[in-house]
């Protein structure tokens, strides 16, 4: 590989072997783009010279091995994005020292450990990306102060706990107005992915009023729904599937008009379904299927029957994954432009829906320009 100048992208081809070491010898290399290669073999430790590498990027490929904490000592990068391959150990202390950084994209390695606090440190960091790895552990806190946050992907991983309330901190997922030419762009990348989590649905949540989607499904949490999700004006897609929510389905999500997915299935919601306003449009039943106190159209049961309404239904069997899959719009239906933290997209467990998960990599790759 002959290379010079401060441009390399040879992604998207079927390049094998190992990265050649003659990569140490372009110290003026600015972006460097690999991805969607067969490259394989270790991260190698001299890609530390490349003093004013901004954007490295080596997604999919098939690096194995520990990620180097030389990296760290590129102190310009804005970009870094090492997803898709067979790397493992921890993530390296080293990258707090990347002040610059504003896209750190890990996921879908093997990557152990608890998600560092340090990463706190990365006071530029926008996207975060650390899907389908094996961290484990509590959300940490200091995540919270990361106020310019736009997207944070940590599904599947063996995270539990939770959701600490300084998550309500993130400034970029809670600006309802965004000015200039970036607006359209931004202004829907606010999404937040979760892993196993506990507790209740913090009411704080309808603070984030940038948010475009919301997927918390596949965990644990408890308790009701709070009325101040009505105050997420800009969001698109809403999934608390697969826990144990209880109460009434708020009325105040008739309020969101850019609401195009709905997903309350499987838990303990009761009452009435909400016909008000927006709610009108959700005429699905597979939006609200598996809540065996819940009530009312789209559900076959009591649509025009007041006097039945205090009544409660018989439980629903489950149905299997498939028909579960059809109350699922096409990505543009109910985003718009680009993903969500996934957020099918947040789903802890759960593997992001192959389309949500594309257009999430879309998104990242305009943020990087």
């Not at 608890?114 to 509590?138: H, Q, T, Y």
Request: proline share 6%; charged share 20%; with cysteine.
């Amino acid at each position: 590989m002959n290379l010079s100048g401060d441009l390399c992208n040879v992604g998207e081809n079927v390049l094998e072997g190992l990265l050649p070491a003659s990569l140490d010898a372009l110290p003026n290399l600015q972006i460097l783009r690999l991805q969607n290669n067969s490259l394989q073999g270790e991260i190698p430790s001299n890609l530390a010279s490349l003093s004013e590498i901004l954007i490295l990027n080596i997604v999919d490929n098939r690096f194995k091995g520990e990620i180097p904490e030389k990296l760290g000592m590129l102190t310009k990068l804005r970009s870094l994005r090492m997803g898709k391959n067979n790397l493992q150990g921890l993530l390296p202390s080293t990258l707090r020292n990347l002040s610059y950084l504003e896209v750190l994209d890990v996921g879908e390695n093997n990557l152990t450990g608890n998600i560092p606090d340090w990463i706190a440190n990365c006071s530029s960091l926008r996207v975060l990306v650390m899907r389908s790895n094996n961290f484990e552990g509590k959300l940490p806190p200091q995540i919270g102060q990361m106020e310019e946050f736009q997207i944070l992907d940590i599904s599947s991983n063996l995270l539990f706990g939770e959701i600490p309330d300084t998550y309500l901190n993130f400034r970029a997922m809670g600006d309802s107005e965004l000015d200039g030419e970036r607006a359209g762009r931004l202004v829907r990348a606010k999404r937040m992915e979760t892993a196993i989590l506990s507790g209740h649905l913090f009411p704080g949540v309808g603070n984030l009023k940038g948010l475009i989607i919301l997927n918390l499904s596949m965990n644990t949490l408890n308790g009701p729904i709070p009325d101040s999700v009505g105050n997420l004006k800009w969001l698109e897609s809403l999934d608390l599937s697969l826990n144990i929510l209880s109460g009434q389905i708020p009325s105040q999500l008739g309020l969101l008009d850019s609401l195009g997915y709905l997903n309350l299935s499987y838990n303990n919601l009761s009452g009435r379904i909400p016909r008000d306003g927006h709610m009108l449009t959700f005429d699905n039943s597979s939006s609200y299927l598996g809540n065996p106190h819940l009530w009312g159209c789209p559900l076959e049961r009591n649509c025009s029957l007041p006097h039945l309404q205090q009544s409660a239904p018989p439980v629903p069997t489950m149905d299997d994954e498939e028909e579960r899959d059809e109350g699922f719009p096409w990505f543009w239906m109910c985003f718009g432009l680009a993903v969500g933290m996934g957020f099918s997209t947040v789903v802890m467990v759960l593997t992001l829906h192959v389309r949500w998960k594309n257009e999430c990599f879309r998104l990242v790759d305009r943020l990087e320009l």
